[in-house]
């Protein structure tokens, strides 16, 4: 079954506007969970890190004012796209790691198409 | 600078035929793992390979681990149709969580 979800699967809004994507792992407990933006047919581009209880990590050249993340409690992390433009439109997906096993393993959401007009 | 080069990019063949794709870096990783992503889902985790010279086989897929832990490859035996999607390479580094990915293969299998 699914370890890793994400809501919506799909949005589509004007641009200017805000929107919240949910990442929730379902089978264990995420200290730490990814968010990643992937065009298509390309590889995934790790956006920032998100920590539990703490500030998340950024990758060089993500505006962390732009890309808001949450990571409020041991299962759920979120991202806010924040005032929206075009060029905003990508393929958002998370990724959790367990706390036990091979720590550097990631489960990955289904994935989040986001669509700004 | 690209940290993990994946070849072939794009990879078209027939049912039935072999293929192999590599992952190539001049970093050690600590592990690496295969995914397979299909258009508008999230990748699929395949294997993850952590000791240097494993291999690992997953019925018509084998994953190789290079001794130096380096490099990797997985070859697929009698491709099918299903195995068409996005393969990726992702590895990591030390143990601060982050992977680090390829390019991706897109392979095309084709009836």
């Known amino acids: 079954g699914a370890v890793v979800s994400q809501h919506p699967s799909r949005v589509i809004c004007k641009s200017g506007t805000s929107v919240k994507i949910e990442c929730r792992s379902l089978d264990f407990q995420a200290t730490t969970m990814f968010w990643y933006r992937q065009f298509p047919k390309q590889s995934l581009m790790l956006m920032a890190t998100?920590?539990?209880?703490?500030?998340?990590?950024?990758e060089q050249g993500v505006e962390k004012d732009k890309f808001l993340i949450n990571h409020a409690s041991l299962t759920l992390s979120t991202l806010t796209v924040t005032s929206a433009h075009p060029e905003d439109s990508s393929f958002y997906i998370c990724s959790v790691t367990p706390r036990q096993g091979i720590v550097e393993t990631q489960y990955f959401g289904p994935g989040t198409r986001l669509l700004v007009l | 600078t690209q940290l993990l080069k994946q070849s072939p990019q794009f990879l078209s063949i027939q049912e039935g035929e072999n293929l192999t794709v590599y992952c190539n870096s001049s970093s050690v990783f600590s592990s690496l793992q295969w995914y397979r992503q299909e258009p508008g889902e999230g990748p699929v985790l395949l294997v993850t390979v952590v000791t240097g010279g494993e291999v690992k086989k997953l019925k018509r897929l084998t994953f190789q681990f290079g001794d130096a832990r380096k490099d990797s490859s997985l070859h697929i035996t009698a491709a099918q149709t299903g195995d068409t999607g996005l393969y990726l390479c992702?590895?990591?580094?030390?143990?601060?969580?982050?992977?680090?990915f390829g390019k991706g293969t897109l392979l095309t299998v084709n009836p």
């Open positions: 992702a590895g990591a580094i030390g143990s601060n969580y982050k992977l680090t």
């Open positions: 998100s920590n539990e209880g703490s500030k998340a990590t950024y």
